[in-house]
Nanobody
Framework: QVRLVESGGGLVQTGGSLRLSCAAS????????IGWYRQAPGKQRAMVAI???????TYADSVKGRLTISRDNGKNTVDLQMNSLKPEDTAVYYC??????????????WGQGTQVTVSS
């Protein structure tokens, strides 16, 4: 059974830092491209960072220079270091393979996410 568990979110002030972690079971991260996504209230889920199987990373323009994605294939985890946080980074953050894993019902499977709230 596939399971994605995100953790590390919390409430921080503008300029603060958080480190998110994503642990997977039933999916082998090392053979997949992995993305961190976020969904702010009233907005669609959007990808903010990608790490390819090769280790190449890509970031949304809004987070470049502030967020860093990394992976530990031995632990089957992907982390997101978040620095210089801004109120507009407030969202629920999710990880997933690319494209998102599909469950037996054919729908995209998502973990519960982790809430990041940045106060001004």
């Amino acid at each position: 059974q596939v399971r994605l568990v995100e953790s590390g979110g919390g409430l921080v002030q503008t300029g603060g830092s958080l480190r998110l972690s994503c642990a997977a079971s039933g999916i082998i991260f090392s053979i997949n491209d992995i993305g961190w996504y976020r969904q702010a209230p009233g907005k669609q889920r959007a990808m903010v960072a990608i790490i390819r199987r090769s280790g190449v990373t890509t970031y949304a323009d809004s987070v470049k220079g502030r967020l860093t994605i990394s992976r530990d294939n031995g632990k089957n985890t992907v982390d997101l270091q978040m620095n210089s946080l801004k109120p507009e980074d407030t969202a629920v953050y999710y990880c997933n393979i690319i494209p998102p894993y599909k469950g037996n019902d054919g729908n995209d499977y998502w973990g519960q996410g982790t809430q990041v709230t940045v106060s001004s």
